[in-house]
């Protein structure tokens, strides 16, 4: 995977929103997010056909815009949208099992230490979401944070794998994100209660990349 594709990762799902999702996503798609992850999960998260539509709206706003569409931790969804791949977490499935029924697909999964790092690469993950740095107010059962000498001994280990940091990340700290190791910065809530969307998309993202 190409790691400028993880420069602005935007995660939404309809719980995390104040306003319209979908126009939410339609500004930061405009605005120049780099890569998009469906995340419908937590309290009142829609279920059965309303998310599947839900979905299929949103997958449809990425592909014109050439964004990757990442769905998280629902694989038979994925698969059954075609989506552009599968966000994963250590307790979901086996990397292997999605691997055979979907190449080609992106496939990202979450690690908390060095040890889940090299099992995500050893078994072929794209990128790795490492995290949370800062404290979150997006995942209730996030773990504490790790901030960022974490992430920079993660580099490390990495070499030059994709590695995408999450977790409380704003305008104001993305930057010290990317310097510590992050080829990119994956965010919920800046740009889901963001006044100015195109603005805050504008602040995050890394500029003149090659
Ligand atoms: C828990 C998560 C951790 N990392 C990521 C990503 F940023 F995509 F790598 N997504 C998640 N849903
Ligand atoms: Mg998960």
Redesign the pocket.
Known sequence: MDCNRLNV?F?MGTVNCKKDPLKTLEEALQAGITCF?L?EKGEGALIGAAYEEFARACQKMCQSYQVPF?V?DDVELALKLNADGI?V?QEDLALSTFREQAKGKIV???VHNSREMKQAILNGAD?????PIYRTKS?TDAKPPAGLPFLSAMRKQAGNFPI?G?GGITEENASAVRSSGADGV?VISVICHSKDIKQTVENLLLENIN
């Open positions: 990762y995660i992850q995340r990442i998280n966000h977490g990202g999964v979450s990128y790795v979401g490492i995290g995942k995408v999450i994956s």
